[in-house]
């Protein structure tokens, strides 16, 4: 594993056993305690763990968001792929609604320079978008949330619903099928449906390790999604039920 792979593998270790140690996740990883005993000096400086004798416990409880710069070097891979693959589905000369979070940041980058109008539900995405005349830049105002810079509240909310969108890509916390789209906050969850409520087109963009997750607060089921772009590591099952549910499939 790399950095960003091992960095992610106790992350998300911690969030299933709640405890790891050095000597388990060198194992696990292929890689020396000291090696390891870096990882999580660095996870516990930007506040993710708390070390312990042998290892660490972490520090988020459910509901908490992992910080936004930890999540945008996880993965990158991965979610330029997916990004590549929305970007396929996407017309010159639709109206795009963007959702906040990483893979949509990815999406923005793919987007960007293209002759389509996009309202963005991050400053991090409007100011990658922003760089050319060729696209048309629509905010829906709100407060912003740190260090996401993600629109949300009543105002926010009210920008989003008072345009039809010709397609709305939406990422999610997590999405294992039997919950459908869930994320971490209520606010989130908020924007999220009005995204998906103004848009004939629902794209979701997610790493297959969500299709396994679920989260505090439900945004939408499976039948909201029109077309739902994963990586090719995704569980034959979960693809199934949405493909039950009339959802179309593609692998990145």
């Given amino acids: 594993m790399n950095s960003e792979e091992r960095l992610r593998f106790v992350v998300e270790e911690l969030a299933r056993t709640g405890r790891v140690g050095v000597a388990e996740l060198a194992h696990d990883t292929g890689t020396s305690e000291m090696t390891i005993r870096r990882d999580l000096d660095l996870l516990q400086s930007q506040g993710l763990v708390r070390r312990v004798r042998g290892g660490a416990v972490g520090v988020a409880l459910r509901g908490e968001v992992i910080p936004f710069t930890l999540r945008d070097k996880q993965g990158k891979e991965v979610k330029r792929r997916l990004a590549a693959a929305v970007a396929e589905l996407i017309s010159d000369g639709e109206a795009i609604a963007l959702d ?37 830049l629509i905010m829906p105002g ?3 949330s740190s260090p996401e810079l993600a629109s949300y509240g009543a105002t926010a909310e009210a920008g989003v619903r008072g345009i039809h969108f010709d397609t709305a890509v939406v990422s999610s916390c997590a999405a294992l099928p039997a919950h ?8 989130d969850a908020a924007m999220k449906r009005a995204l998906i409520e103004s848009s004939a087109r629902v794209v979701l963009a997610i790493e297959s390790a969500k299709l396994e997750r679920t989260a505090m607060v439900t945004v939408a089921g499976p039948d909201a999604v029109d077309v739902l772009v994963t990586d090719a590591d995704a569980d034959a099952e979960a693809l199934e039920v949405y493909r039950s549910a009339d959802v179309e499939i593609r692998l990145a």
Avoid: F, Q
């Fill in 100 to 136: 906040n979070g990483t893979t949509c940041l990815a999406v923005a980058r793919e987007l960007s320079g293209r002759a389509i109008t996009v309202m963005p539900l991050s400053l991090h995405s409007a100011v990658v978008l922003g760089d050319s005349a060729r696209t048309k």
């Fill in 142 to 144: 709100g407060e912003v």
């Fill in 180 to 187: 459908g789209l869930t994320t971490n906050t209520l606010a």
